[in-house]
């Protein structure tokens, strides 16, 4: 009886193998090359149909394999659709967002998207970009993925390249405020208080809950924005 179940789960396993292999050629390789949340799922999807036909003896394999076949196509099909009509693939994939358009955080945007300031963040650090003040535009693709356009004084022009003496940075860009949170933690771990930052905010005649989002710049100053200047309440 062993021999047997060893011998049909071996079978099923190639089986779906194969036809795993084969129906990913035909997909193509957009799967992987811009991985949306519905290819995402999908992908998921497909694998666990796959895996269910190679290890559940008590499901019928070409029962299995015409389920694995047909997700397949209604991918292919979507896909298909979605290249033919932007409108279809907006509902699919989803669009393009700014989250920070000409130097400003859009909050309304962000809050859309369920992305938080700690997430915008490290999706900048990611690019390199350790300054929210040096963006000149961010946008959150389809895929998951940040694409990021800094202000034209960031750009890559070292001052050593301009023949001038480099001065190294006081600070490291910290959020010190976000979502109007004090980020008591990081203040005082580059040696200030809350009390120096309700000052600072006093002489721009703010208080720290009319602030979305500070930042300590590498200079020792902050970078302000606003509920007002992101479009929040």
Do not use: H
């Not at 799967?31 to 998921?44: D, K, P």
């Not at 076949?69 to 967002?97: E, N």
């Not at 963040?121 to 800094?150: C, P, T, W």
Request: with cysteine.
């Amino acid at each position: 009886m062993g021999n047997i179940d060893f011998l049909e789960m071996t079978i099923r396993t190639t089986g779906a193998f194969f036809s795993l292999l084969i129906l990913t050629r035909l997909l193509g390789k957009e799967q992987m090359s811009q991985l949306t949340f519905f290819n995402y799922i999908t992908g998921i999807t497909i694998g666990s149909i796959a895996a269910d036909i190679a290890s559940q003896s008590e499901t019928p394999f070409f029962n299995g394999l015409i389920s694995l076949v047909w997700w397949s196509g209604l991918t292919f099909l979507v896909s298909y659709l979605g290249m033919k009509f932007a409108k279809f693939r907006s509902i699919t994939d989803g669009r393009p967002t700014f989250v920070i358009k000409e130097g400003k955080i859009m909050e309304k945007e962000l809050s859309k998207l369920r992305l938080n300031l700690d997430e915008l963040n490290m999706l900048l650090r990611q690019k390199e970009v350790f300054s929210i003040e040096d963006v000149d535009y961010a946008i959150f693709e389809s895929d998951g993925q940040l694409s990021v356009r800094l202000k034209e004084a960031k750009k890559p022009l070292t001052k050593g390249d301009q023949g001038k003496r480099v001065i190294q940075p006081r600070y490291l860009p910290t959020a010190v405020i976000t979502d109007g949170i004090v980020q008591l933690k990081q203040l005082q771990g580059m040696g200030f208080s809350e009390t120096w930052l309700k000052r600072q905010l006093e002489q721009c005649s703010l208080q720290i809950e009319d602030v979305f989002y500070a930042e300590m710049k590498s200079d020792g100053t902050l970078y302000i924005a606003t509920y007002e200047e992101s479009g929040g309440s």
